[in-house]
RNA sequence: GCGCCUGUAGCUCAGUUGGAUAGAGUGUUGGCCUCCGAAGCCAAAGGUCACAGGUUCAAAUCCUGUCAGGCGCGCCA
């Protein structure tokens, strides 16, 4: 509808344009929305007050020479000029419900559209280091990428979705070391456990997988090894006891233990998204990225063309060539790579993968970040545009009116998995994608998990549940409902009948600039706003009992919106139920 | 100190990139089931869009400044 509107109103400017009215490099582009109040039409556009200033005319009378070289067309009803300019369209009734017979053929299909005409894009989100459970903050970036993923699919983008495994460098050391230690005390040494080693009852677990298989293989004396590797700075003693592991068990002994716990970890993060319904295209290792030697030949790449150097020991980025503070490490003193090595190797590799659009999901802490890997970027000759960072912010949850308490450092957090087992999988999908994904969250619990009506998911699931109720009711009552199709939608005359179909005529463009803005939440406004019309209209009118013409139209209208609360839905991961 | 983000109804937040009388949920108040699902609907009340300037036919939206809050400024990731 509205591309038909936009059509005839650009030939209509098209026109002027040729008849000297409207300067020619102007665009000929018309934009129109939805006004608010109903006295102002279905649709308006305020072409004529953008373009009167160039055409040297006053608006009014602009609107009145665009509307008089308008083609004419079956499914306008009247135009009508008002306050400064605007021109007012009004529709004819009948071509408000064509959407319905749309909606039910597309079904699935419908919303979808070829705005981002198969550009290449991939998104990469949760990233979450190894290291122990994901916990609510990644499962906000979860429920964000992944809502951003289908959105953007639906609009017509070519997505792929990628997990970034940090699999190397120092916190895969701690990691082993936390596990042997852990183990030892599980072959019954007695001692301090370090402070800055992972201290979740998770690594007892993984060092409990290693006893239970190796016995007491890897045990040594604890007061020797602590002793091997003490020093008073408590980080420094931390890699010396990376030494230790590696230099008393052997390489093999410390793959056991790092293997052991990454595919432990590894797994358990699957398994968890998983259940999220959040599933990945791939799942990429750091550890590759120098395997294959990747790492290297970027750096190479970036020291040929100069953008780096050496200083004091360590290679250093030109970073602050490509606006940022300073100039950053890449290589450190020790010779061990930094975490922005690899990430200058990895998102390299992305780009010479063909993807022609990289999406970043990142939490809010790292902005700082994003200079510098879009300066790698740029010095190696990909466009810094097409690399996107979707900064989210982290979620306050709050119980009884009080927060609760997290800090990740003591290992004091709320994991994802606790958080479905409490307020399910839904709810908390559709609290996630109900924020701006950069604002704060305030996450109530009490009100996530209350199967009451101050639930919003359950308030847009039971518009779904609620009219597929109906088609229930249909059947026991064995009203023929194959015949939609045909159904005669002139007799759709009340006002709550035209809303609703309006808004249901409404939803390829919402999702069209969800996906453009990467801004999924917008689905949740709408789907509310859908749920609404649809209460309404229920409540005033009823279906089953009308009579049979009328019935079948009203049910093709129902069914239509099933189909698109299902549809919005399905976007942003939530099941929509048929029974609540 | 510098950089980024934010300030909209009592509370939590939207606001289609500059449009017409600023919206929703929640909370408060009052109505609506003899009828297809009341986990619903309708109505009322609630605002100096942080503040002050500027840009123009038009500003919550854009530019400048002030105030307030958050985050970041490692050879951590």
Same mark, same amino acid.
């Not at 970043?360 to 960072?389: C, M, Q």
């Not at 306050?396 to 450092?409: A, D, F, P, Q, W």
């Not at 706003?529 to 649809?534: D, H």
């Not at 919005?568 to 139920?577: E, K, N, R, T, Y």
């Given at each position: 509808?509205?591309?038909?509107?936009?059509?005839? &109103?650009?030939?209509?400017?098209?026109?002027?344009?040729?008849?000297?009215?409207?300067?020619?490099?102007?665009?000929?582009?018309?934009?129109?929305?939805?006004?608010?109040?109903?006295?102002?039409?279905?649709?308006?556009?305020?072409?004529?007050?953008?373009?009167?200033?160039?055409?040297?005319?006053?608006?009014?009378?602009?609107?009145?020479?665009?509307?008089?070289?308008?083609?004419?067309?079956?499914?306008? *009803?009247?135009?009508?000029?008002?306050?400064?300019?605007?021109?007012?369209?009004?529709?004819?009734?009948?071509?408000?419900?064509?959407?319905?017979?749309?909606?039910?053929?597309?079904?699935?299909?419908?919303?979808?559209?070829?705005?981002?005409?198969?550009?290449?894009?991939?998104?990469?989100?949760?990233?979450?280091?190894?290291?122990?459970? #994901?916990?609510?903050?990644?499962? %906000?970036?979860?429920?964000?990428?992944?809502?951003?993923?289908?959105?953007?699919?639906?609009?017509?983008?070519?997505?792929?979705?990628?997990?970034?495994?940090?699999?190397?460098?120092?916190?895969?050391?701690?990691?082993?070391?936390?596990?042997?230690?852990?183990?030892?005390?599980?072959?019954?040494?007695?001692? /301090? &456990?370090?402070?800055?080693?992972?201290?979740?009852?998770?690594?007892?677990?993984?060092?409990?997988?290693?006893? %239970? *298989?190796?016995?007491?293989?890897?045990?040594?004396?604890?007061?020797?090894?602590?002793?091997?590797?003490?020093?008073?700075?408590?980080?420094?003693?931390?890699?010396?006891?990376?030494?230790?592991?590696?230099?008393?068990?052997?390489?093999?002994? &410390? /793959?056991?233990?790092?293997?052991?716990?990454?595919?432990?970890?590894?797994?358990?993060?699957?398994?968890?998204?998983?259940?999220?319904?959040?599933?990945?295209?791939?799942?990429?290792?750091?550890?590759?990225?120098?395997?294959?030697?990747?790492?290297?030949?970027?750096?190479?790449?970036?020291?040929?063309?100069?953008?780096?150097?050496?200083?004091?020991?360590?290679?250093?980025?030109?970073?602050? @060539? &490509?606006?940022?503070?300073?100039?950053?490490?890449?290589?450190?003193?020790?010779?061990?790579?930094?975490?922005?090595?690899?990430?200058?190797?990895?998102?390299?590799?992305?780009?010479?993968?063909?993807?022609?659009?990289?999406?970043?999901?990142?939490?809010?802490?790292?902005?700082?970040?994003?200079?510098?890997?879009?300066?790698? #970027?740029? @010095?190696?000759?990909?466009?810094?545009?097409?690399?996107?960072?979707?900064?989210?912010?982290?979620?306050?949850?709050? %119980?009884?009116?009080?927060?609760?308490?997290?800090?990740?450092?003591?290992?004091?957090?709320?994991?994802? %998995?606790?958080?479905?087992?409490?307020?399910?999988?839904?709810?908390?999908?559709?609290?996630?994608?109900?924020?701006?994904?950069?604002?704060?969250?305030?996450?109530?619990?009490?009100? @996530?998990?209350?199967?009451?009506?101050?639930?919003?998911?359950?308030?847009?699931?039971?518009?779904?549940?609620?009219?597929?109720?109906?088609?229930?009711?249909?059947?026991?009552?064995?009203?023929?409902?194959?015949?939609?199709?045909?159904?005669?939608?002139?007799?759709?005359?009340?006002?709550?009948?035209?809303?609703?179909?309006?808004?249901?005529?409404?939803?390829?463009?919402?999702?069209?600039?969800?996906?453009?803005?990467?801004?999924?939440?917008?689905?949740?406004?709408?789907?509310?706003?859908?749920?609404?019309?649809?209460?309404?209209?229920?409540?005033?009118?009823?279906?089953?009992?009308?009579?049979?013409?009328?019935?079948?139209?009203?049910?093709?209208?129902?069914?239509?919106?099933?189909?698109?609360? @299902?549809?919005?839905?399905?976007?942003?991961?939530?099941?929509?139920?048929?029974?609540?």
């Amino acid at each position: 509808m509205i591309t038909h509107l936009q059509e005839n &109103f650009s030939r209509a400017i098209q026109e002027l344009k040729q008849a000297g009215v409207i300067p020619n490099e102007l665009p000929t582009e018309v934009k129109f929305d939805r006004p608010r109040q109903k006295s102002h039409g279905d649709m308006a556009t305020n072409v004529a007050l953008g373009l009167a200033k160039a055409a040297k005319r006053n608006p009014r009378d602009l609107a009145q020479l665009i509307i008089a070289a308008l083609p004419p067309s079956d499914r306008v *009803e009247k135009l009508e000029i008002a306050g400064p300019g605007f021109i007012n369209v009004f529709l004819k009734p009948a071509s408000q419900f064509e959407i319905l017979k749309t909606i039910r053929e597309q079904a699935q299909y419908y919303g979808n559209s070829d705005t981002g005409q198969g550009e290449t894009v991939l998104i990469e989100f949760v990233s979450a280091n190894p290291t122990g459970p #994901l916990h609510v903050g990644h499962g %906000r970036g979860a429920a964000y990428g992944d809502a951003l993923a289908r959105v953007m699919r639906r609009a017509g983008y070519s997505v792929q979705t990628e997990y970034y495994v940090n699999d190397a460098g120092r916190q895969m050391d701690i990691l082993a070391v936390s596990v042997w230690l852990r183990y030892l005390e599980l072959c019954g040494e007695k001692f /301090e &456990f370090p402070d800055n080693c992972y201290k979740g009852d998770y690594i007892w677990d993984i060092a409990a997988t290693v006893h %239970r *298989e190796q016995g007491d293989r890897y045990r040594h004396p604890a007061k020797d090894v602590l002793q091997e590797a003490s020093s008073p700075d408590p980080e420094q003693s931390l890699d010396m006891l990376t030494g230790t592991l590696r230099s008393r068990l052997g390489t093999d002994g &410390f /793959e056991r233990f790092l293997r052991t716990a990454l595919n432990t970890l590894v797994d358990d993060i699957k398994s968890d998204l998983s259940e999220f319904r959040v599933e990945f295209d791939r799942w990429f290792s750091e550890q590759s990225l120098y395997d294959g030697k990747t790492v290297e030949q970027t750096i190479d790449k970036l020291r040929s063309a100069d953008h780096i150097y050496k200083k004091d020991g360590a290679l250093w980025f030109r970073a602050s @060539a &490509f606006g940022d503070e300073k100039d950053r490490v890449v290589v450190r003193e020790n010779g061990v790579p930094t975490y922005f090595a690899s990430d200058i190797a990895y998102h390299h590799d992305k780009f010479t993968r063909g993807f022609h659009k990289l999406i970043d999901v990142w939490g809010a802490d790292h902005h700082g970040y994003i200079v510098r890997v879009k300066g790698t #970027l740029e @010095a190696l000759d990909h466009s810094p545009e097409n690399f996107i960072v979707a900064l989210v912010q982290f979620a306050t949850l709050y %119980r009884g009116g009080e927060k609760v308490s997290m800090s990740t450092r003591s290992g004091e957090f709320v994991t994802l %998995r606790e958080l479905r087992q409490e307020v399910g999988t839904d709810a908390a999908r559709f609290f996630y994608a109900q924020r701006k994904s950069d604002q704060h969250l305030d996450f109530d619990l009490d009100l @996530a998990k209350s199967r009451s009506n101050d639930n919003p998911v359950y308030y847009v699931q039971y518009a779904h549940a609620r009219v597929s109720s109906v088609f229930r009711q249909a059947k026991e009552r064995n009203i023929d409902t194959s015949g939609l199709d045909s159904a005669n939608l002139d007799l759709l005359v009340e006002e709550s009948e035209k809303e609703l179909a309006r808004v249901l005529s409404d939803f390829p463009e919402t999702v069209a600039a969800a996906a453009r803005k990467l801004e999924p939440h917008h689905i949740v406004y709408y789907l509310r706003e859908v749920a609404n019309r649809l209460h309404t209209y229920y409540n005033a009118h009823n279906v089953l009992g009308a009579v049979k013409d009328l019935r079948s139209a009203r049910l093709c209208l129902l069914d239509a919106t099933r189909q698109v609360v @299902a549809n919005g839905l399905d976007v942003l991961g939530v099941s929509a139920p048929e029974k609540m």
